[in-house]
């Protein structure tokens, strides 16, 4: 089965608010990856994290990993219309190389103006 | 900064026919992937390379092919082309951290 299942599928919020979305995986990892897609366009890479780190920060990102729980989650804090986009995790495969990276089936997430 | 330069963007073929997909992955970078993401889907890893090796391999059709070459840059040629392989097709790459995507390249079978 998938290694990453993103949850919600879909969420819908009003700007200003903030969004969270929740990530899950089955095996081993060294990191966990947040990508960002906009309709029809490339993955954007937003944040990394790593087996050792619990909490990472970015702008208005913040990414927790649970190890322990095999779960990451993606908060954007003061959402913006322009967020708009699917959110997707991502982790390597389990020899720890970025040789494969393997993703969930995404979040939709729209912010409303 | 460079990015990751794929061509064409947009491709429309005929069934049957062969297409084949050029990326040009950040200077340095020693790793490339290959991704298929289909209306609506989750991208699937096809292929990658490591140092010009291929490295690792995903469901990818016997159909499809891929190498890269001296200068690091990756073709993926996709043969006897069916309407299922209508699709986004992603290249991305990295030396140590995330991967960096292209744009993709937005392959229409008809």
């Known amino acids: 089965s998938q290694q990453g299942e993103e949850d919600p599928q879909a969420l819908s919020i009003q700007e200003g608010e903030n969004a969270t979305m929740n990530c899950s995986y089955k095996?081993?990892?060294?990191?966990l990856q947040w990508y960002r897609q906009n309709s029809g366009r490339g993955l954007v890479h937003l944040i990394l994290?790593?087996?050792?780190?619990r909490e990472k920060h970015s702008g208005r990102l913040r990414v927790t990993l649970d190890t322990s729980k095999k779960s990451s989650s993606l908060l954007i804090t003061a959402s913006r219309a322009a967020d708009t986009a699917s959110y997707f995790c991502a982790t390597p495969n389990s020899g720890g190389s970025n040789y494969k990276l393997t993703f969930g089936k995404g979040t939709l997430l729209t912010v409303n103006p | 900064a460079a990015g990751v330069i794929q061509s064409p963007r947009h491709l429309i073929k005929e069934k049957r026919e062969t297409a084949t997909l050029k990326c040009y992955p950040i200077p340095r970078h020693d790793t490339v992937y290959w991704y298929q993401q289909g209306p609506g889907q989750d991208p699937q890893f096809l292929i990658s390379f490591y140092e010009k090796m291929q490295s690792d391999k995903g469901s990818i059709p016997d159909r499809f092919s891929a190498q890269q070459f001296s200068d690091y840059h990756s073709e993926l040629n996709m043969s006897s082309l069916e309407l299922g392989d209508s699709a986004l097709y992603f290249c991305?790459?990295?030396?140590?951290?995330?991967?960096?995507f292209g744009s993709g390249t937005r392959l229409t079978v008809v």
């Open positions: 991305a790459s990295s030396l140590v951290g995330g991967a960096t």
């Open positions: 095996t081993s990892i060294n990191n």
């Open positions: 994290i790593r087996s050792n780190e």
